[in-house]
């Protein structure tokens, strides 16, 4: 069928092999169109045919043609048509939307009617014999830089080689001969190009990482149980939170991998240890009263009170709740508001009782019992148990011996 210059251009999916980035696999699909008339190709290879690289293809191509074609040819495939009764047709909506911006009519072919699109299905098979035949490709690829090598490679081979073959429309001109003809009747291009941006709306649960893919990428703690937009390019990947950007990602093309921002794991490191501090304070308020002054003094002095924290726990498990309170009420009446007085302070009182330094248990296992907190009770009243028994059994001696000095008495008097 002839067409004339500017009229008319075709597209259509080719898939040309499987491709491995680390762990994940690929369908490494090329994305061609070809101008009807003098036969000029674009070639762009994508790891899938999802909409947004078709789009991506488009706008490609566009940009390389410097304009757009009356009437974009399309296969019925899912990317154009989504379905097809006789001549009723419901096209995807996001192919509308791009036909809108660049002012290009959409048209399939018809059903079973594939050779209306002779020119796109031909030049997919020059792309096989003449570009794709004997490259060697290093499998695995390593990243996108891969296919972005591939597609290099092809951007020069559609400018030289493809431009060289004669022109079928007129065999006296060369396709690039022709395309000189041919580009002055294309529609001219917008200003700005039609978003291509994959975007994804994310819940982001308990840990502070979105999904995308089959990776995780890193946000802020602060983000965590909220719902997130994921705005991805080929090359990046950007988390919005509304109009806010909140973190960015260099986008990952292997799977079950966790890309990390150090900011947002730093952050989150020092919201745990304030975490651990606070409720480590709430633990040494309810056993300890007191501890509350010698952490108001060490602040005052500047000591690290997260440190000062987990040593005091660390004690509490070791010497109880009693113990500490009697050791940091002379460590602060001795001026020393920190652990090592409060520590001395025990150890003396262990050795003047003879009592070895106490064992500690580790409870990791088991965190709820160390929110337990044991009351010491007052062994003061055992003394008393045992003065009493003392006192008893002498009462019982001086009782046995009057018995026996008035018995001795009454003997001597018979």
């Known amino acids: 069928m002839k067409t004339l210059p500017g009229e008319q251009s075709q597209v259509d999916w080719g898939f040309f092999n499987k491709i491995q980035i680390g762990t994940a696999e690929y369908r490494l699909t090329a994305f061609v169109m070809v101008l009807s008339w003098s036969r000029r190709i674009y070639l762009e290879f994508f790891l899938n045919g999802q909409m947004s690289n078709f789009l991506r293809g488009h706008i490609g191509a566009f940009r390389a043609f410097d304009g757009v074609t009356k009437v974009l040819l399309y296969d019925n495939l899912k990317s154009a048509v989504l379905d097809r009764r006789g001549d009723a047709i419901r096209f995807n909506p996001t192919l509308l939307e791009l036909a809108s911006h660049y002012h290009f009519e959409p048209r399939p072919v018809a059903v079973y009617r594939g ?25 695995p690829w390593t990243g996108i830089e891969d296919l ?3 597609n290099e490679q092809a951007r ?16 006296s001109l060369s396709v ?8 002055p009747q294309l529609m001219s291009l917008p200003d700005t190009d039609y978003p291509s941006d994959e975007q994804i709306e994310v819940k982001v649960s308990k840990t502070p990482y979105v999904r995308f893919e089959r990776n995780d990428y890193s946000v802020p703690y602060t983000q965590t149980r909220k719902s997130l937009l994921v705005v991805a390019t080929p090359t990046e990947v950007r988390i919005m939170d509304g109009g806010e950007l909140i973190a960015s990602h260099t986008r990952c093309y292997d799977k079950g991998k966790q890309i990390e921002d150090p900011a947002h794991i730093e952050g989150l490191k020092q919201h745990k240890r304030a975490a651990r501090e606070h409720s480590g304070k709430d633990r040494l308020s309810h056993a300890i009263p007191i501890s509350m002054t010698l952490l108001k003094q060490a602040a005052e002095k500047g000591y690290s009170l997260g440190s000062i924290v987990s040593t005091l726990l660390r004690m509490l498990d070791q010497y109880g709740a009693s113990e500490m309170g ?14 090592n007085g409060v520590r001395t302070v ?17 409870l990791e296992k088991h965190p709820q019992a160390k929110a337990v907190s044991v009351k010491a009770h007052d ?13 008893g059994a002498t009462e019982e001696i001086e009782v046995e011996n009057n018995d026996t ?3 001795g008495a009454e003997g001597a008097g018979q």
């Open 115 to 139: 050779n209306e699109k002779g020119r796109v299905e031909r030049a997919i098979r020059y792309v096989r014999d003449n570009f794709w035949a004997g490259r060697e490709l290093t499998l």
């Open 148 to 150: 972005q090598k591939l």
């Open 156 to 171: 020069i081979w559609c400018d030289t080689t493809t431009m060289k073959r004669p022109c079928p429309e007129d065999r």
């Open 176 to 183: 690039a001969d022709a395309f000189v003809q041919e580009q």
């Open 326 to 339: 009697v050791a940091i009420e002379e460590s602060l009446a001795a001026g020393v508001a920190h652990p």
């Open 346 to 362: 025990l150890q003396r009182r262990r050795e003047e009782r003879d009592q070895p330094t106490p064992v500690p248990v580790n």
């Open 379 to 391: 062994l003061s009243i055992y003394d008393q148990l045992s003065k009493s028994d003392s006192a």
């Open 405 to 407: 000095t008035e018995g």
